[in-house]
């Protein structure tokens, strides 16, 4: 069955710091989902990406698919405090998968 | 607009209990999931509902589990004789559309089994 790998697990930051969080499915995916979950909170939705070498931007936050539509990217920029969290992506074949997660803090 | 809620939002219980988690997605919201969250680690996929049938309740870990939901509308997920493994938070999502669609989360139920 289709498996959706994410790296790194954990992500330290010093604040102000760029970092990128990257994501890998076993299959070809028809949609990709990037979700956040905040300390002690539940997963919130972020950005879905459906096109081959689509990016998307929000903010400072940066979203790519890969050409392939097997892996994906989470970039962000000039990491603040807020950026805490656990940011999740999920590959769409026949079913969605959820990643373990990247778990990142931040280093004021 | 009201977004998807679970009661209880904490429940405790002793071993060998029966449980009952509610999940009231968002209105006409046609596809309802549950999932299984354990302490600092990923979602673990539990059950699927279109409607009220449950087309994949793959991810159920044991016959202690089962799901229903009525009216199309609000779920209950039952664990019977509960073991302390089953301690995690249960969340359930919903969505307006198929299983390709972003899942709208509700806050979950933190369930410690003593």
């Known amino acids: 069955g289709q498996q959706v790998m994410q790296i790194p697990q954990y992500q330290h930051v010093q604040e102000g710091e760029d970092f990128t969080t990257y994501c890998n499915s076993s299959t070809t995916l028809s949609n990709i989902q990037w979700y956040k979950q905040r300390p002690g909170g539940h997963p919130v939705f972020l950005i879905q990406?459906?096109?081959?070498?689509e990016v998307k931007k929000q903010k400072r936050l940066t979203f790519q698919f890969g050409e392939a539509k097997k892996n994906s990217s989470l970039h962000i920029t000039a990491t603040q405090t807020t950026d805490v969290g656990t940011y999740f992506c999920?590959?769409?074949?026949?079913?969605?998968?959820f990643g373990a997660g990247t778990t990142v803090t931040v280093r004021a | 607009g009201a977004g998807v809620s679970q009661s209880p939002s904490n429940k405790v219980t002793e071993k060998g209990k029966d449980v009952e988690l509610r999940c009231d997605p968002i209105s006409g919201h046609t596809a309802l999931y549950w999932y299984r969250q354990s302490l600092g680690q990923g979602l673990e996929f539990l059950i699927y509902f279109q409607g009220n049938s449950a087309p994949d309740k793959s991810g159920l870990p044991s016959d202690r589990f089962s799901a229903e939901r009525t009216g199309g509308s609000v779920s209950t997920l039952t664990i019977q004789r509960t073991q302390q493994e089953d301690s995690a938070v249960y969340l359930c999502?919903?969505?307006?559309?198929?299983?390709?669609?972003?899942?709208?989360f509700g806050p979950g139920t933190r369930l410690l089994v003593l």
């Open positions: 999920a590959g769409y074949d026949y079913k969605l998968s």
């Open positions: 999502a919903s969505s307006p559309l198929g299983t390709s669609g972003r899942r709208y």
């Open positions: 990406l459906v096109k081959s070498g």
